[in-house]
């Protein structure tokens, strides 16, 4: 299994600022995930960050909005720019490795936007 | 109909009872089965996971898959009120796509 960590672990925001949340893997791995989890709901799958390639967006969410980056197979930065309240929510990253298709997730980022 | 559905519980048990959460799902085409464990203000842990149908053990868990049905199960046996979280299956078409996620079934086991 993979071992990811994330930070912040969490952080409380004004409105119209940016959070840049950074995700870290011990092994390198291809395929990388970027969720939503808002209070009491599932997970909602924000963006895949492949590296060497552009993010793949979900219906819902842009560029402009959360942009990634994915400089190497280690590393991942999703940034949720100009925040609402709305955008509170617990972000997630994964990853998919093992040789199996086996999903593993970081801890999370509590984000609260005031 | 949503793509993933999981009983909404939640869920009570006394310790030691066996603990039987659920899934259906509408898309034939999903080949791969997980299910997660998430405790309060963590992330998701992968618990099980299945390729195809059958059944799978590990410890006192049990998960089985019937792609006929389009059912999926997790089995608790002996419960301990250390499984007291939310349960959430997960399944894919294939390597590293299209994961959806069910909603969640809180379970808590009673000391």
């Known amino acids: 299994s993979a071992v990811i960590s994330q930070k912040p672990s969490r952080d409380i925001c004004q409105r119209g600022t940016s959070l840049t949340i950074q995700c870290q893997v011990d092994?390198?791995?291809?395929?990388m995930f970027w969720y939503r989890q808002q209070p009491g709901q599932s997970l909602t799958l924000i963006a895949t960050a492949n590296q060497g390639s552009e993010a793949t967006y979900e219906s819902g969410f842009v560029i402009d909005k959360f942009p990634i980056s994915r400089p190497n197979l280690t590393f991942s930065t999703l940034t949720v720019s100009n925040m609402s309240p709305e955008d509170s929510s617990i972000y997630l990253c994964s990853v998919v490795g093992g040789g199996y298709n086996e999903q593993f997730f970081g801890p999370g980022t509590r984000l609260t936007v005031l | 109909q949503k793509e993933v559905e999981q009983d909404p519980g939640p869920l009570s048990v006394p310790e030691g009872a066996i603990v039987s959460l659920n899934c259906t799902y509408s898309n034939s085409a999903f080949q791969y089965f997980m299910w997660y464990r998430q405790y309060s203000r963590k992330g998701p842990e992968l618990l099980m996971y299945t390729y195809s149908s059958g059944n799978k053990e590990d410890g006192r868990f049990t998960a089985q898959v019937d792609k006929s049905s389009k059912y999926i199960s997790l089995f608790i046996r002996d419960s301990q009120p250390s499984d007291s979280a939310t349960y959430l299956c997960a399944m894919s078409e294939g390597y590293g796509q299209n994961f959806v996620f069910g909603p969640g079934t809180r379970l808590s086991v009673l000391p």
């Open positions: 092994s390198q791995v291809t395929m």
